[in-house]
C-alpha cells in the first residue's frame, strides 16, 4: 500500500465508493471511531478531550468521535466553528447523533489554556483540501491550540497543512498524532508535513481500493517492494565485468575528493568495476587514496571507447565551465547510462535546453540530480511557480528534460518522464552534510552500471542513501554512509 493521493484524488475515492453503494455516513462513522481509538492511546481514562470542529466531514468526523469518547467516558467539550444549523450532508447527521451542546469560542480559548498533558484536542477543523491561507479567527484558533499543553490529534491532516503540497497555509496546527483514512497524502511526506503531522495513523474505512485505477496518475512512496526485483545480485559464474564497469568524471587536482566519494558509492554498492578519469595532475592525487578503484589518466573519449564501460558519473566537483559541458555531452552522445549531479547541471545554466535536446535523443537513461538550487538553474520557471508543489514540479521537469529527476530535500522526490513519480521518506536530517549528495550520485550510478533501469536505480539509491543515515546515527560524514551500505542491502534481501 504505497500509493499517495492527492486531497482531489482522496474526494474522487470517496465519491465513487459512495456512488458504489457505501453509505457517507458509515465511511464517517469509522472514520470518526478510529479518531476516538487514538484519543484513548494518548489519554487516560477521565481526561478531557476538547474536539474542535469545522463545517465540514473533518467536523463530522469530530462529532463521531465525541460520541464514543463520552460514550467511553470520558469529559467531552466541542466546538464548532459555524452554527450548527450551517452544518451539511453526514456532517449534519453525525452532529444531532452526537447529541451534545456546544460551547462559545470564547469558552473554548479559556478550556485551551487550562488543558494538561493528560488531555487531548481533536483537531477536526480543516481537510487536506484546504487552498487558502488561514487568517483572522482560525489563524488565532490555530495558534491557541499549539500553546495548549495538550496532546493534539489532527483528522486526516493538521489544519492549515496543504494537503497537496505539504506547506503550511500561513500557519499550521502542530500535531502529536494525525489519523488519515485510506491512503496517506502527499502533504503527508512533502515540506513541513512530516513534522506537522507527528505520528501517522493510516485507517481503513471502507473506501474502495477498485477506486484507485480512476483517480490517475498516483504519487508512490518510495518502498522497498517497488524495485526489490531489479535489486542486483552477481550471479555464480559471473565476473566482475558482468557486474558493470562504472566511470566517475574526476575534477581538477584540487578537488578531487567528491568524485572518490562518488566512485567508492558506486563501488560499495555493487558495480564490479569502477574507475576514476582525471586529468595527470588530479590522477596522481587519486592514487595516492584509492586501491580497488582504477584510476584513468585518459580522454574521457578514450576511455568511453571501451564498450565494457556500463554508466558514468559527471558533475562532483567537476568545474563549471565548457569543459564540464564537453564530457556530458561525450557521455550522452555515447549512450552510457549517466548521473549527472553538482558542476554538470550549472554548467548548462545559460543554455538548458542544449542538455535536454542530447538527453532526448541518448534514450530514458540518464538520471539528474539536483538540489533546489540546481533546479532553479536548469527550470527557472517551475522553480519559481508557488502553485506548483514539489511533485509537480519533478514531473515537468522530467517531462521537459527527458531524464529521471532526483529532486533532493527531505522530502527527496523522483519522478520520470512517463508520468512516475516517487516521494522519499527515508533519511535523517544529518544527511546535510558535505559529500552526502556525492554518495548519493555514485550509489545511482553504480546500480545503472549493473543494468538497473535508470528510475529504478534511482528510487533505490535515494532509499538505500536514506536508510544508511538512519543506521549511522548523528554526526555521520559522508564517507560513514558508504560503510553503512552492506548493512542496508542486510535488511533488503532478507
Known amino acids: 500500500m504505497s500509493e499517495l493521493l492527492t486531497p482531489a484524488q482522496m474526494g474522487q475515492a470517496d465519491r465513487l465508493t459512495i456512488e458504489g453503494g457505501v453509505p457517507g455516513i458509515d465511511l464517517m462513522e469509522k472514520a470518526g471511531c478510529a479518531v476516538a481509538a487514538a484519543c484513548k492511546c494518548l489519554s487516560p481514562q477521565k481526561a478531557r478531550i476538547l474536539i474542535v470542529a469545522g463545517p465540514g466531514n473533518n467536523g463530522g468526523d469530530g462529532f463521531v468521535a465525541a460520541r464514543y469518547l463520552v460514550e467511553a467516558g470520558y469529559e467531552v467539550l466541542v466546538y464548532v466553528s459555524v452554527r450548527p444549523n450551517q452544518l451539511k450532508g453526514d456532517a449534519a447527521t453525525a452532529f444531532l447523533t452526537m447529541d451534545r451542546p456546544c460551547i462559545s469560542y470564547e469558552e473554548m480559548l479559556s ?55 505539504g506547506c503550511a497555509r500561513g500557519c499550521s496546527v502542530e500535531a502529536d498524532v494525525s489519523v488519515s483514512f485510506f491512503r496517506p497524502k502527499v502533504g503527508h511526506y512533502l515540506h513541513e508535513g512530516p513534522s506537522l503531522c507527528g505520528a501517522l495513523e493510516i485507517v481503513d474505512i ?75 595532475d588530479a590522477a596522481k592525487v587519486h592514487a595516492n587514496h584509492l586501491t580497488s578503484v582504477m584510476v ?72 539528474l540530480t539536483p538540489h533546489e538550487g540546481e533546479f532553479c538553474r536548469l527550470f527557472p520557471d517551475l522553480a519559481a511557480n508557488k502553485d506548483l508543489s514539489k511533485v509537480d514540479r ?68 535515494v532509499w538505500v542513501h536514506g536508510r544508511a543515515a538512519e543506521l549511522c546515527g548523528p554526526f555521520l560524514i559522508a564517507e560513514d554512509l558508504i560503510s553503512a551500505v552492506p548493512q542496508v542491502y542486510w535488511e533488503i534481501l532478507e
Not at 474502495?208 to 498516483?218: A, E, V
Not at 578514450?302 to 554508466?311: C, G, I, N
Not at 527531505?410 to 518522464?417: L, N, Q, R
Open 394 to 461: 519533478a514531473q515537468q521537469a522530467a517531462l521537459r528534460s527527458g531524464a529521471i529527476i532526483v529532486l533532493k530535500g527531505a522530502d527527496t522526490v523522483i519522478a520520470s518522464p512517463d508520468n512516475e513519480v516517487v516521494i522519499n521518506a527515508s533519511g535523517t536530517p544529518w544527511l546535510a552534510t558535505a559529500g552526502s549528495g556525492d554518495v548519493l550520485a555514485g550509489l545511482c550510478a553504480g546500480l545503472l552500471a549493473q543494468g538497473v533501469p535508470a528510475f529504478e536505480a534511482a528510487c533505490q539509491a
Open 111 to 165: 478550556t485551551l489554556g487550562t488543558l494538561t498533558e493528560d488531555d487531548v484536542v481533536v483537531d477536526a477543523l480543516f481537510g487536506a483540501g484546504l487552498t487558502r491561507d488561514l487568517e483572522g479567527q482560525a489563524r488565532s484558533l490555530v495558534c491557541a491550540i499549539n500553546q495548549s499543553s495538550a496532546h493534539v490529534v489532527a483528522v486526516d491532516l493538521p489544519s492549515g497543512l496543504d494537503g497537496r503540497t
Open 296 to 367: 584513468m589518466d585518459s580522454a574521457l573519449e578514450d576511455v568511453l571507447s571501451d564498450p565494457r564501460y556500463s554508466a558514468v558519473v559527471v558533475g562532483p566537483a567537476a568545474g563549471i565551465g565548457g569543459e564540464t559541458r564537453s564530457h556530458v555531452l561525450t557521455c550522452l552522445k555515447s549512450g552510457r547510462a549517466l548521473v549527472l549531479d553538482a558542476d554538470a547541471l550549472t554548467s548548462f545554466e545559460v543554455t538548458p535546453e542544449v542538455l535536454f535536446s542530447q538527453i532526448q535523443k541518448s534514450g530514458k537513461n540518464t538520471v
Open 206 to 280: 471502507g473506501v474502495k481500493s477498485s477506486t484507485l485505477p480512476s483517480l490517475g496518475n498516483l504519487a508512490q512512496l518510495n518502498a522497498i517492494e517497488l524495485w526489490k526485483d531489479v535489486t542486483p545480485s552477481p550471479e555464480r559464474l559471473g565476473h566482475k565485468y558482468s557486474r558493470g564497469h562504472l566511470a566517475v568524471v574526476s575534477g581538477d587536482a584540487l578537488h578531487t575528493g567528491a568524485s572518490r566519494l562518488s566512485a567508492l558509492a558506486g563501488q560499495r554498492i555493487g558495480a564490479g568495476l569502477v574507475s576514476v578519469v582525471a586529468s595527470a
